[in-house]
């Protein structure tokens, strides 16, 4: 899963603006799954707390990365 949202995020710097958005929405789904199964993982005592949290804090951060990339991407293509 992680690698596939990294996969998506790289596909997406080649594209154009429209197929971008696109693509960035599919890396942002893929690090809401990956996000949801590091919580089971921790719910069921198959990780530590402290790792969760590590792990945790830095998935939010590429999740803000690549949301301000979408976001501007967003802001700069006209309403249709």
Request: proline share 4%; aromatic share 8%; no cysteine.
């Amino acid at each position: 899963m992680f690698l596939e949202m990294i996969e998506l995020s790289f596909i997406s710097s080649y594209l154009p603006v429209d197929q971008k958005i696109i693509m960035l929405s599919k890396a942002i789904t893929r690090l809401d799954v990956l996000k949801l199964f590091l919580q089971i993982a921790w719910e069921n005592k198959l990780i530590p707390a402290e790792k969760y949290l590590e792990l945790s804090s830095k998935l939010q951060e590429i999740g803000r990365m690549l949301g301000g990339w979408k976001k501007g991407l967003l802001s700069k293509t006209p309403a249709r």
